[in-house]
């Protein structure tokens, strides 16, 4: 593999992700949600910051950016619909585009819900998805701006990546994720193993993220909104997939 990927733990539960490309050189930061633990992982690696991608504008993923566009003058790409709230941006991207990264290509996904602005990037050669708060491991973002709608078609456009996709998400809440799944799906197998593996791997301090797209599919009950198993666990046999996600995303926040 050419192109590698680096989970950075920063703040108290929040991860950033590097992506380094052998063969260009360059050396791409998903999110920045402060400056200190990336300089000293790009520091560690003797990798030149050159790129950084925003996926949304809140505080926990931008706040890190002017201290590292300072230091190493990288390249900033973020949402066109979202510039007048994200740092100053070198390129301003929309849902739909193809970045040219050193001649890497990074697919923009529109990921709204969270945010209204909130952008997922995807890149085939790494077959990685950086998605903020949108798709997260065993979860989905909040709805603060968005509608659930919104977050469905985000969760269903992430869902049709290749199986194998790592799902390079921005917060380390996997436990309490799990604990909420297992209220929704009870007698999901699959679930419970990674409910226990979930759990052990907190004990030792091991990051649960990234995630295999394929074992999302099979656990995470947001993306699962749609089964018709769900909507029978939940007690909706025959309501649409939209009012199924609403009701668990709804669940969950009272959880
Ligand atoms: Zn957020
Ligand atoms: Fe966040």
């Known amino acids: 593999m050419t192109l590698e990927i680096e989970t950075v733990p920063c703040l108290a539960d929040n991860y950033a992700f590097l992506l380094h490309d052998r063969k260009s050189g360059a050396t791409a930061l998903f999110d920045a949600p402060e400056a200190w633990p990336i300089q000293r992982e790009l ?15 809140h505080g926990d993923h931008i706040d890190g950016v002017a201290e590292l566009v300072a230091a190493y003058h990288p390249e900033v790409i973020g949402a066109a619909r979202d510039a007048h709230r994200l740092p100053p941006l070198d390129t301003a991207v929309e849902p739909g585009d193809t970045y040219d990264m050193w001649g890497r290509e990074v697919q923009v996904f529109d990921a709204a819900g969270h945010t209204t602005g909130h952008v997922a990037y995807y890149v085939p050669k790494a077959g990685a998805v950086f998605t903020g708060d949108s798709l997260m491991a065993l979860g989905c973002g909040r709805l603060f701006e968005g509608t659930a709608a919104q977050m469905w078609a985000t969760l269903s456009r992430l ?7 790592l799902v390079c998400s921005g917060h380390e809440y996997t436990a309490a994720n799990a604990r909420f799944a297992r209220t929704i799906e009870p007698d999901n197998a699959a679930l419970a193993e990674r409910a226990r593996r979930t759990e052990q791997a907190r004990a030792i ?12 599919k099979a656990t995470n009950p947001f993306l699962r909104a749609g089964l018709d198993e769900v909507k029978r666990a939940v007690g909706m046999d025959g309501a649409s997939d939209v009012e199924v996600f609403a ?7 009272r959880f």
Do not use: C, M
């Open 205 to 216: 301090g091991t990051p649960n993220v990234p995630s295999a797209l394929a074992e999302e």
């Open 159 to 165: 869902a049709a990546l290749p199986d194998d996709t």
């Open 247 to 253: 009701h668990i995303r709804a669940a969950k926040d």
């Open 43 to 57: 520091e560690r690696r003797n990798w030149q910051l050159t790129h950084i991608f925003i996926t949304h504008h």
